[in-house]
């Protein structure tokens, strides 16, 4: 049975979604999962969790993320990207340097106001099903951080090419239109490519046409420890990796505290761990039992 991480480089016009759906054929599994949803405008970088490898979604989605945006200015919409619907457009007199001298104020810690078309839920209704119906409802403010914040280039008067790097949560389309707004004249986002995401990026993905094409599309795949691959390795054997494979906390008082990546005596990866007072306790295992299930 395929287990592991996949990388896919989502092609536009397609949801997330529509990627689970196809790698399901592509690999006979029905257990896939993804990490961090990509709107059907954008491309790039969407962490695909296969098999055994699904218990590790939860624990994809927290990390910093990397977008490539287009800014368009001048143009105003309901979606805040120029798929939607126009409500206001203004000439455009903006050069580099005056983006550049604005960008500070989105840089850090700062407050997003969601927009309607998002799938965030106020009193139980997705707010893009009420947006669909011509409803707006105040939602709060959300917190969020944009870690980096960096013009890559100008293409024409009124479109610029941003470089974000940001935190869970962030709505890239709604920085561009708030950007729009310090400007003075409005502004929507035009394309967006993301290059990094769960520590996965863009040259590690591979596109459904290569997939298609592979005499072996499990040859692809990482291992599920790819994803922990930031925090320290630790092997156990002998009683230490029964007693962890049968749920039981280990006394391992040299330890310190901390979570790991831990692997059997054969190297196999077993699952992440958290060290605390010399105790050692599982997390998540990812080992597969020997009737073939899964811990």
Not at 49 to 69: C, L, P, Q, S
Not at 106 to 131: D, H, V
Not at 151 to 178: I, N
């Amino acid at each position: 049975m395929p287990n592991g991480i996949l990388i896919i480089d989502k092609p536009q016009e397609w949801t997330s979604m529509d990627v689970c759906a196809k790698l399901r054929g592509i690999f006979h599994e029905k257990r896939i999962g993804h990490a961090g949803t990509l709107d059907p405008m954008a491309t790039g970088v969407l962490p695909v969790f296969i098999g055994r490898a699904t218990r590790a979604v939860e624990f994809a989605d927290k990390g910093e993320k990397e977008y490539v945006a287009g800014l368009k200015l001048g143009l105003v919409t309901n979606t805040q990207d120029t798929s939607g619907q126009v409500l206001e457009q203004h000439p455009v007199h903006v050069s580099a340097q005056q983006l550049n001298e604005v960008l500070p104020r989105f840089r850090g810690n700062i407050e997003q106001l969601p927009p309607m078309f998002s799938a965030i839920k106020i009193n139980g209704k997705k707010l893009y099903e009420l947006a669909r119906k011509g409803r707006e409802v105040e939602r709060p403010a959300r917190p969020v951080t944009i870690h980096s914040l960096t013009l890559e280039a100008q293409t024409a008067p009124d479109e610029f090419v941003l470089r974000v790097r940001c935190s869970k949560g962030t709505y890239v389309r709604t920085l561009c239109h708030d950007i729009g707004t310090a400007l003075g004249c409005g502004g929507c986002m035009s394309s967006l490519r993301r290059t990094m995401a769960a520590g996965f990026t863009l040259e590690q993905a591979v596109t459904l046409e290569q997939l298609q094409q592979a005499d072996d599309p499990t040859a692809h795949l990482l291992g599920t420890d790819h994803l922990f691959s930031h925090l320290p390795k630790l092997t156990v054997q002998g009683k230490n990796e029964t007693m962890l494979r049968n749920g039981m906390k280990l006394v391992m008082p040299q330890l310190s505290t901390g979570e790991y990546r831990v692997y059997g005596a054969d190297g196999g990866f077993l699952a992440l761990c958290a060290a605390q007072e010399g105790k050692l306790t599982t997390i998540k295992s990812f080992f597969e039992v020997q009737n073939g299930g899964c811990p």
